[in-house]
């Protein structure tokens, strides 16, 4: 799947485990450990090595420095400066107008095909995400017990996630889903007519979701790994307590799965917004049929790309990355009224 | 609804057999889980019957396998465009396996500026550098290919820099953070010992860092491949000219030409990109699917 030098772990989601160790385990290195030898050199004060050691930390940095200036931050600066003009790529920088806030108007205003690329993507994301972290999680619960065979089906599982994002695999789906596909033909066993799903406005968008649902292993590994550290007192405790089964699910494991709940949410959620190989390949690039699978990501790229229309496509970009910005912060916000942080876990 | 019972969380001391409870219903469990690999792995040996069928079979063979086995959908395949799929193969590999270089090195040395060494605004630059975790691509696609195509690197003598300048700036902070967790894990001693010795911040770094780093730079190396191999959308942005398309982009040519008879021929080409993917999978699963995970969580 597409994936960006920038740092983004978007659109992978393979991306998500490692992030999610990540992101738990890696404090701020520029913390010290207790007793590390380092507060032993420290006192020594600012010595010969402590002076070289600060231009070394620029020379090691320095790669990283020209990339973080030259591939992102002075695009995003011209990106920002370009969503007020009616730049295409044909006309010279010279002769660039500003429209002022043109760009913006007609996006909230004025492009009905705009609000419904928001439409299809927000649609993709509420339906596919919770659909795919449901089966991510039952699968993990299936799978959370030590016996021989665990490795293997865990790996088959996450299979998916490696080859899901691949045009290959965008291929497939979609001839699985048309007239002569598997999909049909498994339908007719039961003797039902199919259709060809993929060709459907109704039901297009649909095919892609099972797509997204289809690669649950990432996610899966990752409540896997969540499960293996809720403590087996607490069950002992709430068995003794008289909990059945689904009342240790409900009062144990979900609570202390929460933080991971969250963490799986939240990526899947920035995942989806940025779903854009299958929907290509289902559309041949145009968002068809009857733009039903005009995904965000979709409509930037045929307004900047196809159209040239860069100006506008820039506006797209930003209001794009606000909108992920402010949904996270959602998560983040109504997040501490449900998610569970034990006191003794080091998270 | 399976829930999880005590049994189910025991900790890592007891052996795999002594922790399995009567009660548990592990053939039923069992059976629950044959019937999902055999859902969840059932499009791909349809893709790979189907890359074997005969177009005819393609449209009335509703079964997985074929009746007659038709391997010429590979050689078709192969040669369907003016230029050969061996090209786009090529093409992918070397922008693959220079990415991997390009992340391997660039990451380490920023990784080891964030873990080991102090210098100023270190702890803003890490935030930064966390930050740009997050940051859709979509976002700066256009700038950057402005950007890139203002230098002449678009479509010029050699179309791949765009596509590998930012991997060797260490642009995939996704990697500097595995890294820069991974050091974390080396005893600072080695350092200290180091130090004694003589050895200054880069010989601490040729020394102690690199040749510890190693597993984490398999990682690294691993996933970049991955990744790279897959990714459609730069290289859709970025790559114009047939000759120097990657097979991604390749693919999507299949679909233009809306004749049916080219399904099987691009079943046989999809299956064969995914080969080396798939490969990876097989040789490094244990790694893929739980090492860089446990390791995290348990580090």
């Known amino acids: 799947m597409p994936k960006f030098p920038a740092g983004n772990f978007g659109t992978d989601p393979t991306r998500g485990e490692e992030l999610f160790v990540a992101l738990t385990t890696a404090p701020d290195p520029t913390r010290r450990g207790p007793g590390s030898v380092r507060a032993h050199t420290e006192r020594r004060g600012p010595g010969r090595f402590r002076h070289s050691e600060g231009l070394a930390g620029y020379v090691f940095l320095s790669p990283w420095l020209i990339g973080l200036m030259g591939v992102t931050a002075v695009p995003m600066l011209l990106s920002l400066y370009l969503s007020f003009t009616n730049y295409d790529i044909l006309t010279p920088f010279s002769e660039v107008q500003w429209v002022g806030l043109a760009n913006y108007e007609r996006m909230f205003t004025a492009d009905p095909s705009y609000w419904h690329a928001v439409r299809v993507t927000l649609t993709f994301a509420l339906i596919a995400v919770p659909l795919k972290l449901a089966a991510a999680l039952g699968v993990a619960l299936l799978l959370n017990r030590a016996w021989r065979g665990v490795g293997v089906f865990r790996g088959l599982f996450y299979l998916p996630s490696l080859l899901g994002g691949s045009v290959a695999l965008a291929i497939v789906w979609v001839n699985m889903f048309n007239r002569d596909g598997a999909f049909n033909s498994l339908l007719s066993l039961f003797g039902i007519q199919g259709k060809p799903w993929v060709n459907d406005p109704d039901w297009a968008l649909e095919t892609l979701m099972v797509l997204a649902i289809w690669q649950f292993g990432a996610p899966m590994v990752i409540f896997l790994a969540g499960l293996k550290q809720v403590p087996t007192e607490l069950y002992e405790a709430a068995s003794v307590d008289g909990a059945g089964r689904f009342r240790q699910f409900r009062n144990v494991t979900l609570p202390m799965l929460s933080p991971v709940i969250f963490f799986n949410l939240v990526l899947e959620t920035i995942n989806g917004f940025q779903g854009f190989t299958a929907a290509f390949v289902l559309s041949n690039g145009t968002g068809g049929p009857v733009d039903s699978t005009l995904m965000y990501t979709l409509n930037l790229y045929i307004t900047g790309f196809t159209e040239l229309d860069m100006g506008y496509a820039s506006a797209m970009a930003w209001v794009f990355l606000l909108a992920i910005a402010v949904i996270t912060a959602i998560f983040f916000s109504t997040g501490r009224f449900w998610v569970h942080y034990s006191d003794g876990e080091d998270r | ?299």
């Not at chain 2, 189910?8 to 690999?37: F, H, K, Q, S």
């Not at chain 2, 990415?99 to 080891?112: F, K, P």
């Not at chain 2, 600072?188 to 010989?203: F, H, K, S, T, V």
């Open chain 2, 1 to 299: 609804m399976v829930t999880v019972t005590p049994t189910d969380v025991a900790p890592t001391a007891a052996p795999p057999n002594a922790r399995r409870r009567p009660g548990g219903r592990p053939v039923l469990r069992l059976l629950i889980l044959v019937a999902i690999v055999a859902v969840v792995l059932y499009p791909l040996f349809w893709m790979i019957g189907t890359s074997v069928k005969s177009q005819e079979e393609i449209v009335n063979n509703l079964g997985l396998l074929p009746e007659r086995f038709t391997p010429g959908n590979y050689t078709a395949g192969w040669s369907n465009f003016d230029v050969s799929f061996g090209r786009f193969f090529l093409n992918s590999a070397m922008v693959s396996l220079l990415t991997v270089v390009g992340n391997g090195l660039s990451c380490l040395l920023a990784a080891y500026a964030f873990a080991r060494l102090r210098f100023r605004l270190r702890g803003m630059w890490f935030a930064v550098m966390i930050g740009t975790l997050l940051l859709p691509q979509h976002v700066l696609i256009v700038p950057q290919y402005i950007l890139f195509r203002t230098l002449g690197l678009v479509g010029g003598d050699w179309p791949y820099l765009p596509l590998l300048i930012p991997q060797f700036l260490a642009t995939e902070a996704f990697f500097v953070f595995l890294m820069v967790q991974f050091m974390r894990g080396v005893p600072r001693e080695l350092d200290e010992a180091a130090r004694i010795d003589g050895a200054g911040p880069y010989g601490i770094f040729r020394h102690i860092i690199l040749p510890l780093s190693r597993p984490a730079l398999v990682t690294t190396a691993i996933f970049s491949f991955i990744w790279t191999w897959n990714d459609f959308f730069r290289q859709l942005v970025f790559l114009s000219q047939l000759e120097d398309y990657t097979v991604p982009v390749a693919l999507t040519l299949f679909i233009d030409s809306t004749s049916q008879s080219a399904v099987g021929p691009m079943f046989a080409m999809s299956v064969l990109s995914l080969l080396p993917v798939f490969l990876f999978f097989v040789a490094f699963q244990r790694m893929l699917v739980e090492g860089i995970n446990t390791s995290g969580i348990k580090g």
